[in-house]
């Protein structure tokens, strides 16, 4: 079975420019989830789907980031514009239920 | 709300010997509970779950955890590290019903030769 793929792994952008992530979860699962690692903390979930439906973006700066999940499976995690301290681990996460979920190896983004 | 506390951010620990990794959650509703790994430059592997039943809980890799309801703890133990050992461990709660994780800051163990 295919893991969770996430695209780039790692992106070096200046301050001010956009970036976009992309997240392709584990076939049959509704649930995906984005999450921001900063360097030396615990993941924090920006944003929750269930199916293409946000369960959950209490977290997310909607200033200045965006995701979408259109037709309930792909997904895409949108900065614009970065700022030094957007730079961080972006994990995508997808879930079949309640006490599972499984994560792609997350994209590395360093913001100068 | 939830919130996870590692008391230790890092620990040594010399190759065979036996390490407890430390986990205190707070919580008003009923959690899951978990551990997961993450070695460098890689995302998140689960170790191991709580989510029902015995209280004490084997994982992979050698790894186990005990539930203790009555001091909020979900404590990561094994009794004899390995050098592929060494990485970032973190605690993480889930509500029962939300299917999100709340994570706590990590540990670092590092096993030394």
């Known amino acids: 079975e295919a893991g969770v793929a996430q695209s780039p792994r790692y992106k070096i952008i200046e301050k001010r420019q956009s970036v976009a992530f992309w997240c392709n979860p584990i076939?049959?699962?509704?649930?995906l989830y984005w999450y921001q690692q900063i360097l030396g903390q615990g993941p924090k979930l920006l944003i929750q789907?269930?199916?293409?439906?946000?369960?959950?973006d209490s977290q997310l700066p909607k200033d200045r980031f965006s995701a979408e999940r259109l037709k309930g499976v792909d997904s895409t995690l949108k900065i614009q514009p970065a700022k030094l301290e957007d730079s961080a681990v972006y994990l995508c996460a997808s879930s079949w239920a309640e006490g599972q979920a499984d994560f792609g190896e997350g994209s590395w983004l360093t913001v100068v | 709300a939830q919130s996870v506390t590692q008391l230790d951010s890092q620990v040594p620990v010399f190759e065979e010997a036996p390490v407890e990794l430390r986990c205190n959650y707070s919580?008003?509703?009923?959690?899951?509970l978990f551990w997961y790994v993450q070695y460098p430059n890689q995302g998140l592997q689960l170790l191991l779950k709580y989510l029902s039943g015995s209280t004490l809980v084997k994982g992979i890799n050698g790894f186990e955890a005990e539930f203790n309801k009555s001091q909020t703890s979900f404590h990561l133990r094994k009794p004899s590290v390995h050098i592929s050992d060494t990485a970032e461990y973190f605690c993480?709660?889930?509500?029962?019903?939300?299917?999100?994780?709340?994570f706590g800051t990590g540990t670092r163990l590092t096993v030394i030769p």
């Open positions: 076939s049959g699962h509704a649930t």
């Open positions: 993480a709660v889930s509500p029962t019903g939300a299917n999100n994780l709340f």
């Open positions: 789907f269930q199916n293409n439906g946000v369960v959950d």
């Open positions: 919580s008003s509703v009923s959690v899951y």
